[in-house]
Structures are given as C-alpha cells and as structure tokens.
C-alpha cells in the first residue's frame, strides 16, 4: 500500500502548507523544491524533488519527507517521515568552504605509504551548517540528530551526489548540556579549562570531511574490492573511528599551515578527549563507543593521555601528535590493506573499557546523555 494512499489525508494537508509556503517565498530554488515535495506526497514518486532538494540555494533549508528506514525493524524497507525546518548559518558554511580547498593537500600528506594516498580525490558533497527551528516525526525522536547525509535514494546519490548538513545549535546544546559538563569533571583542571565549542564544531565538521579521504577503493592480492567489502562488520566501527582520529590529525595540520589558529591548538585535544567519555557513555556494545574505546586506548598506551593523582585524565602535549599520527595510521593502513583478521584480532584487544575510564564514566550517572529540544520560535507563531 504506497503512502500516497495509506495517509493520502495527512499528506494533502501538509501539501496544501507546502504550496502555501512556496508561494510566500521570493527564493526559485526553495519554491521549486517545496511544489516538487507536494507533488510527490500525492504521486509517491520522491526523484524529482529529491533533486531539487540538492540545488536548494536558499536561506531556509527544509528537509521534509520519508527518510531513514531504522524504524522498520522487519525489513529497514520503510521509511519514517521526518521534518527539519532549517536556518543556513552562512557564517559558518562559508568557513567551510575554505576547508574543501585544504583537502587534497591533507590527503597527500596522509601519515600513510604514498602508495595509498589519492593521487585525486572525488568531488566532495556540499556541506551546509544550519540551525534548527522546528523537527518533527522521526527527526525529533529519540536521541537527536546533529548531523545527517541525505538523500538516500541511489539513483539521486548517482546523479547529484549527496549532501550534508550539520545542526549547529544542537551541537551547541549537546556541547553546553553534556560535553562541557563531562570535561569539567573527568579532565585535569587545567586541560578542562582549554574545553571549548568552536574546538568540538571544528572537530565535528572535519570528521565529515575525513570521511572522503583515506583509502576506499582498494586492491588485495591482485583483485580491486572496496575496504567496506573487506572489513565486513568492523567495517562502520573503525570508518568512524578514523574519521574521528584523522580529524584530528587534520586539524593539526590546519594549524601547522596556519589556516586554524595556533591558540586553538590545545583545545581541540582537550576537547575530544572530552568528547570520547560522552561516547563512551553509550556502553560497551554500541559501534561508536567501541571504536572510541580503542582510540582512548591507543592513546593511552601511547603516553598521550595519562590518569593524574587525583585520577582523571590529562593529554601530554609533547606527545599526543604524534600518537593521533600514528593512530591515523595503523586504521587506515589496515583499511588500505583490507587486513580482515588483523582488524578483528586489534579491535578485540582494544575496545574494552579500562577499569581506570569506567571509574569516571560512573561519575557521570547524574549528567544528562542527550538533548530534548524546545522550539520556543516555532510555538510563538500564530497556530494555522
Ligand atoms: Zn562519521
């Protein structure tokens, strides 16, 4: 039963809005994305509009419509309808703009054997940082979103790329709420005062963009396969943990070439070391915890990040460039090498959590894990 049918009401309604909003607005680029999204709740056919949401060049940026499939535990066929109604942060997504130009340079530089650096890397998907007034449906459920890559539909993916969009004031509040308080309790004083939020956004937005760097299609024994093919289920635990560490590594060298200033170094280690107690947080089943245990450890092995008298952790400057360096390239040099075994064997060492970081986490019980958000814009409007 296509949607179109099964909630054909709901979905001439919300049409109706669409239509309404469309013809408010003086934007061609967003009017032409809200008449298609109306066209398509009646006709169940979602290619034009998904479409002409990757040309949207407008100052509102609406995602509206059945995304993600999670919902649906049978078959992840279905998918939910969800609604972000989008601010574009024009500041911030021009700062962005300037990162893309860097990314070739960082790939030739990766910590990794030449012969597994791109000697040209694909066209990367426009990245747009917004803040949120209003989300709905499967967008405002559960823990909330603070970025997401859409579309899903390949065909658009094939055709137009993706895009991504990074919810800057939910990062913030995420950072306000959860990470700032966690850095104030688990980190040595004086690393805990370097904890700031332009240091996690920064962060955040690089481990996007390390996300298209590093190996992906890749050779073993003579035969072309991908790293997604050969790293099997450990595949997504150590995507995310590379984009996490070699963004890192990145960040340093922005600062190196003097792109970042020099007076944000510290901060964008003490700040993740921050951010790796909140994921921890998730527990020791859960793909992004795990992949944070194995960098804290590795870490931690290597002397970059210590337990201090008073038992909490503090980053050794002199050595934890050295140590994201070499972290960046043990992972990708077994995604290079599509080294299967090699990566079971290191990741099942290295993701328990140490007796010394679960003692912190426990600390941690009262601190809240995640935002709700409150739309006080959007409930100050007149009801329709
Ligand atoms: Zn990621």
């Known amino acids: 039963m296509p949607y179109s049918l099964e909630y054909q009401s709901e979905l001439v309604t919300a049409a109706g809005y669409l239509r309404e909003a469309a013809a408010l607005t003086g934007q061609p680029t967003l009017r032409s994305f809200l008449e298609k999204r109306a066209a398509a709740f009646a006709s169940n056919d979602y290619y034009a509009s998904d479409v002409a949401w990757m040309d949207l060049a407008s100052t509102i940026e609406p995602t509206i419509g059945p ?38 340079g960082l790939e030739d530089r990766l910590p990794i054997d030449k012969r597994f650096r791109r000697a040209k890397l694909g066209a990367y ?37 993706s895009k991504r969009i990074m919810l800057r004031n939910y990062q913030k509040a995420k950072f306000e709420k959860v990470l700032a308080p966690i850095g104030a309790r ?57 984009a996490d560490v070699s963004g890192l590594w990145a960040l340093q060298q922005l600062v ?15 700040t993740f070391l921050a951010s790796t107690l909140r994921t921890l947080r998730f527990g020791a089943t859960e793909a992004h915890a795990r992949g944070m245990a194995l960098q804290l450890n590795y870490l931690m092995d290597a002397g970059a990040v210590h337990v201090d008298a008073g038992g909490r952790l503090a980053v050794d400057f002199g050595k934890v460039r050295a140590a994201v360096a070499g972290l960046t390239h043990e992972i990708m040099t077994v995604q ?33 894990v995640d935002i709700r958000p409150e739309f006080v814009t959007a409930n100050s409007l007149d009801p329709p």
């Open 256 to 270: 190196d070439k003097g792109v970042l200033p020099k007076a944000q170094e510290r901060g964008f280690y003490v």
């Open 186 to 242: 688990v980190l040595a004083p004086a690393d805990a005062a370097l904890v700031d939020f332009d240091s996690f956004f920064t962060h955040a937005l690089m481990h996007e963009l390390m996300h298209g760097l590093g190996p992906q299609t890749i050779e073993v024994g003579g035969r072309a396969t991908t790293v997604r093919q050969e790293l099997k289920e450990l595949n997504g635990l150590l995507e995310e943990a590379k």
């Open 336 to 368: 290079a090498t599509g080294d299967y075994a090699k990566a079971r064997d290191w990741i099942g060492r290295m993701q328990v959590i140490r007796p010394e970081i679960q003692r912190l986490i426990d600390t941690l019980t009262d601190l809240p």
């Open 125 to 161: 998907a426009p990245l747009r940082v917004v803040n949120v007034v209003f989300s709905a449906g499967d967008g405002n459920a559960g823990v909330q979103a603070a970025a997401y890559n859409l579309p899903n539909d390949e065909r658009v993916v094939a055709e137009k790329g």
């Open 67 to 104: 995304y993600e499939v999670y919902e649906d535990y049978w078959f992840n066929y279905k998918a939910a309808f969800e609604a972000f109604i989008t601010v574009v942060d024009a500041a911030e997504t021009a700062k962005l703009g300037r990162f893309n130009g860097e990314l070739q």
